[in-house]
């Protein structure tokens, strides 16, 4: 888990610098036919780029770390917990269009539970990035299952995706939904059942 950090400071070593950032935003802005250097647009660069730090903070956030404040005592309790309706605001990684959804996350406590804002923050560190909503879901059902060592975890996803209701096939009503299943949520069919019944409500 700590090879995630390490990983996380290499990277911002190896980051280029804000002023090389901004200037390629620049570079696009005279792409699509404005001028830069208009007076509107003088800071647009600069803000652009702070924005992408938003978009894609997720980089540079350990999605275990999140997990590591846990309460053991689960005081007999055996069944799932979950979290529905936590929002998402991601980017597609072939156009880099918004992804923008709900996602709803459970898991079986083993031997220790967190606090519910976690699985937020772990629902959050890996949208801020480019994603399919494929891996994104498998991330983050992963991530629960390992992170609290739990029984199980399923992961249900709902999105729409800017590149084909903005452009491209253009269908503003289509949504996409993703589901995924780790340990005993896998193995028991009634477990999913359940666990999809109870998003809906
Ligand atoms: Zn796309």
């Known amino acids: 888990m700590s090879n995630i950090t390490d990983l996380i400071k290499k990277k911002l070593e190896k980051r280029v610098n804000r002023a090389e950032a901004e200037e390629a935003i620049k570079t696009l802005l005279g792409w699509i036919g404005e001028n830069p250097k208009r007076e509107g647009l003088l800071d647009t660069p600069k803000r652009v780029i702070k924005a992408f730090e938003e978009y894609f903070s997720g980089y540079f ?24 309706n936590i929002s ?14 709900v996602a709803h996350v459970a898991y079986v406590p083993h031997k220790k539970i967190v606090g519910l804002s976690k699985l937020a923050r772990v629902v959050e560190a890996y949208s801020r990035r480019l994603q399919t909503q494929e891996r994104l879901t498998i991330e983050i059902a992963e991530t629960v299952f390992k992170g609290l060592e739990a029984h199980g975890s399923a992961v249900s996803i709902d999105a729409i995706h800017h590149c084909m209701t903005s ?32 998003i809906k409500k």
Do not use: W
């Open 61 to 84: 956030i350990d999605p275990y770390k999140e997990l590591e404040k846990t309460f053991g005592d689960v005081q007999g309790y055996d069944d799932m917990v979950i979290q529905k």
């Open 88 to 101: 998402i605001f991601s980017h597609c990684e072939h156009h880099m269009a918004p992804i923008i959804g």
């Open 167 to 198: 452009r491209g096939i253009k269908k503003h009503e289509a949504t996409t939904a993703t589901n995924f299943f780790t340990g005993i949520f896998k193995e028991s069919h009634n477990l999913q059942s359940r666990f999809l019944n109870l």
